[in-house]
């Protein structure tokens, strides 16, 4: 491990930071509920998949072998209340944009995946789809069944709640809500209420309406799993019985991973995670940013400044660093002059980066308090990354040292104050934390490369649909024809599951 300070991690259930201890290290299992694909992702999703990608990347640096699932929902996430029926998300989307619900998915998608480039996420090692499990979810009811904590009415399928909150006690412990509180307030979207034996009880399989699309065939009814059955069921299957790290929004603990927990207690006999990470929302103007009630902005509208909020466009990079300056289980809220002074702190970062990386030393040393205080500094700033990967506490340490990085590039302070050692750990704290931990780029240094970039992304999005057009149309010649010649040209197509990409080749 590179670090040997112990990393403490807030655990939700426990309400507590504890010493982060792997279940079989250097291994670990961390899975993040993924967007559910209807629509675009708005920053808020961004600020949770940022929280955690930073938490995965930090692993990794400590030296951990992280297998990190994070999921795609694209069935079940049901719109509405009760009374006002029960229509799947992406059903509903795809009938308002007059596309296959399929479509939507592939769209919202690789539009997530763009999204997540851009503010330079690493992909998960696993990025499993509810629809291309459909058949564990239908072995976790079964399991779930035979284990007396489900029971079927009319071919759906509802988790025995009361059973398991007589039997056992860990539901509950991650909302903090109380037993019975529980028993009155769970409600799932679904009309059938009066299925259910108690209205705490959830579906884990949903008997279709004869007008429901996303339907599939199971032992009780042509019909669809539960939103919370998918996490359980892939976590399960990627990860095992009981893994590490499952993080989300903190809007997802009640009722989504109370019930992921209630599953997988029933399906298993135990509790599946060691510790429940949750990141705190994004504000918008001082109100959580949300989906569902359209008070968002969207990435694209940000970078673009083409909103009515703010009074300009911010990088990916500068958004990046704007929620690196708040810990993760703090809100935030967007504000134009926060983005504004989040550009300058950037900016000011990699400019002393890009100074340090030229300083050389000049062979004298004497060991004096300056020496000390920029090791004292770096030291805090890994302390606060294992203090529950407080990217805010050890931005602000890595601020202190820029003004002495400034000092000795305009000679008010001289090198010989600083130890050789000193500067070539300055030099490589200060690389590993901004491009690995951070996952910030230099878009001083690449910012033309990267415009251009976009500029040829866009360009051939254009040409893969005139390929796809062409292929539609079976006309075989005219496709290859434009392959053959983009792949002359020095770009190749790759036809994937998701679609057509490219790569320079
Ligand atoms: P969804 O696509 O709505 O299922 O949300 C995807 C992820 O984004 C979940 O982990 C949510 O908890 C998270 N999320 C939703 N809204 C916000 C917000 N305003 N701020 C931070 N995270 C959010
Ligand atoms: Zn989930």
């Given at each position: 491990m590179n670090q040997p300070n112990e990393l403490k991690i807030y655990n939700s259930l426990s309400k507590e930071k504890e010493v982060f201890k792997p279940i079989n290290a250097p291994h670990i299992g961390m899975y993040v509920c993924g967007p559910t694909v209807y629509n675009e992702v708005h920053l808020g999703n961004c600020r949770t998949f940022v929280s955690?990608?930073?938490?995965?990347?930090?692993?990794?640096?400590?030296?951990?072998?992280?297998?990190?699932?994070?999921?795609?929902?694209?069935?079940?996430?049901?719109?509405?209340?009760?009374?006002?029926?029960a229509e799947d998300k992406i059903s509903k989307r795809a009938?308002?944009?007059?596309?296959?619900?399929?479509?939507?998915?592939?769209?919202?998608?690789?539009?997530?995946?763009?999204?997540?480039?851009?503010?330079?996420?690493?992909?998960?090692?696993?990025e499993p789809t509810a629809t291309g499990h459909i058949v564990e979810q239908i072995e976790m009811v079964k399991a779930i069944l035979a284990n007396g904590y489900g029971y079927e009415v009319n071919g759906s399928v509802y988790f025995d709640m009361e059973k398991l909150l007589k039997e056992r006690d860990e539901y509950g412990q991650l909302s903090g809500k109380k037993v019975e509180d529980l028993l009155v307030e769970t409600r799932d979207d679904l009309k059938n209420q009066d299925e259910k034996r108690h209205p705490s009880d959830f579906a884990?399989?949903?008997?279709?309406?004869?007008?429901?699309?996303?339907?599939?065939?199971?032992?009780?009814?042509?019909?669809?799993?539960?939103?919370?059955?998918?996490?359980?069921?892939?976590?399960?299957?990627?990860?095992?019985?009981?893994?590490?790290?499952?993080?989300?929004?903190?809007?997802?603990?009640?009722?989504?991973?109370?019930?992921?927990?209630?599953?997988?207690?029933?399906?298993?006999?135990?509790?599946?995670?060691?510790?429940?990470?949750?990141?705190?929302?994004?504000?918008?103007?001082?109100?959580?940013?949300?989906?569902?009630t359209g008070h968002t902005i969207f990435p694209d509208e940000l970078f673009s400044g083409d909103n009515n909020i703010l009074s300009k466009g911010y990088s990916p990079m500068v958004l990046r660093f704007f929620?690196?300056?708040?810990?993760?289980?703090?809100?935030?809220?967007?504000t134009d002059d926060a983005l504004q002074a989040a550009e300058k702190g950037y900016l000011r970062m990699l400019e002393a980066y890009q100074t340090l990386q030229g300083l050389e030393h000049s062979g004298e040393e004497n060991l004096t308090a300056d020496d000390q205080q920029i090791n004292k500094m770096l030291d805090l700033a890994y302390a606060g990354m294992?203090?529950?990967?407080?990217?805010?506490?050890?931005?602000?340490?890595?601020?202190?040292?820029?003004?002495?990085?400034?000092?000795?590039?305009?000679?008010?302070?001289?090198?010989?104050?600083?130890?050789?050692?000193t500067l070539d750990r300055m030099?490589?704290?200060?690389?590993?934390?901004?491009?690995?931990?951070?996952?910030?780029?230099?878009?001083t240094q690449v910012g033309g490369q990267e415009e251009d970039h976009d500029l040829l992304d866009n360009v051939m999005q254009i040409l893969i649909e005139m390929r796809q057009e062409a292929r539609n149309n079976k006309d075989w010649a005219a496709s290859d024809k434009l392959r053959d010649a983009l792949q002359a040209a020095g770009v190749q197509i790759k036809d994937g599951k998701e679609g057509a990409s490219w790569v320079k080749i």
């Open positions: 955690f990608d930073i938490v995965y990347r930090y692993l990794t640096h400590l030296g951990y072998k992280v297998r990190y699932v994070r999921n795609i929902t694209d069935v079940g996430h049901l719109v509405g209340d009760v009374d006002s029926g009938r308002l944009e007059k596309l296959e619900p399929m479509e939507i998915v592939q769209k919202y998608t690789n539009l997530f995946h763009r999204v997540m480039n851009k503010l330079n996420a690493i992909e998960p090692s696993i884990i399989w949903v008997k279709a309406a004869p007008s429901h699309i996303m339907r599939w065939p199971s032992p009780w009814s042509d019909g669809f799993p539960g939103w919370h059955l998918e996490c359980s069921a892939m976590s399960t299957k990627y990860l095992g019985e009981q893994f590490d790290i499952h993080g989300g929004g903190m809007d997802l603990q009640f009722p989504h991973h109370e019930n992921e927990v209630a599953q997988n207690i029933g399906a298993c006999g135990c509790a599946p995670v060691k510790y429940w990470m949750h990141g705190n929302m994004l504000e918008l103007e001082g109100r959580k940013m949300s989906k569902s929620m690196l300056q708040a810990h993760y289980r703090s809100t935030l809220n967007i294992n203090d529950d990967f407080n990217t805010a506490l050890a931005l602000g340490k890595l601020n202190v040292v820029i003004p002495k990085i400034n000092s000795i590039k305009n000679g008010r302070l001289p090198m010989s104050n600083i130890s050789k050692v030099k490589k704290v200060f690389h590993d934390f901004i491009f690995d931990v951070f996952g910030l780029l230099d878009e």
